[in-house]
């Protein structure tokens, strides 16, 4: 049973959705950006269904959606009255390739993850190709819904040259130069390493990383990077993390956003970079297919990856062709599509729980032993 826009138009009071996350704690981490994006598109565009709050522990809900996978949201799920939804932003081997994390301790965390997964009424993935590693994981398929992420293209969108040159400036980046920028925490998955390589390899371009190591000595390939970070080729900037706010500027300043990574989801950066119309160069990975349609330059070693980029700085017409090609995803993954798929989503969450309450309860009814009346001698 789906619950629709019109029965709730009619209801008294607005569904209760409480987000909870503690995202916002750990700088510079995609995660916070989604969970941000997020909540202000229910707020803004689902207000006449959802009455949003924000790791409100007192309140009962009717909806619970948890952003994170803190223990305490973990206790917090165990309340079965409400829907319980869970983001999915990695799987045991993501984190494994990200941060090292003791043998012994990964296995408990691995099966702590998988069983909050398991305990939500619903988990919501931002690329279908995690539908199959999580049934693999013991996921029912029925349970995993796909939803991309979504940049508000108020926070992100094209500012006049004469904006770029002057933050370019402030940069200390040549106002001419053609800017290549990379951004996200510095790890090994990211790719870090062959965006220096192809640096090297073209060193009259000017490469820029925005980002750093959000989580610190545990990061994978700490010791290599940090070395790299404090001493990097005379064409490569370390900017560290940049506070979201200013993004838009970095997106403006640059020619080309160049994400090397070995392993994502659908990285926030694409969709920031994409309102801004910056053209993509990205690892041939297959997990893009389905979220990106081809809008991008690929490659699958430094060697391309040199090539896509001297093409788009060489010749104007590919240049252009693949602005317009960032331009067709932006329009893609719009404010109103993404809105959709969140209302009608958490309706029927709500809807199907229930329906679930409602029969959980007429058979208790029935299987409730009567009691017989014994006569009166």
Known sequence: MNLNEREVAVKSTRLKLIMYSSADKVDGQGVGSAYEEQVALIREGASDLFDVKINDWTSKPDIQHF??????FFVKMQ???AVNIAYCHFLPETVD?????PSPFFKVFANYLITFYKTADRLVVVNPCFIDPLVELGIPRENVYYIPNYVSKETFYPKPEAENRAYR???G???DAFVVLGAGQVQTRKGVLDFVK???????????????????????GYDELSKIQKNPPKNVRFLGIVPREEMVNLYNAANVLFVPSYNELFPMTILEAVNVHVPL???DLDLYKDIL???HMSAGDNEGFVACIQSLRENPDIYEKYQRESLILSEFYSKEHVLQMWREFYLSAYGEKQYELRKDKNTSKKKKPKKHKTKRS
């Open 97 to 101: 390739e990200s941060l090292k994390i």
């Open 293 to 295: 349609f081809g809008h």
């Open 67 to 72: 952003h994170t996978i803190d223990p305490t």
């Open 173 to 175: 980046i040549d106002p």
């Open 198 to 220: 192809v640096a090297e390899a073209m060193p009259d371009v000017t490469f820029v990383w925005a980002g750093g190591f959000s989580f610190g000595v545990i990061t994978e």
């Open 169 to 171: 400036e402030k940069l």
């Open 79 to 81: 309340d079965k009255k």
């Open 281 to 283: 160069v990205l690892r």
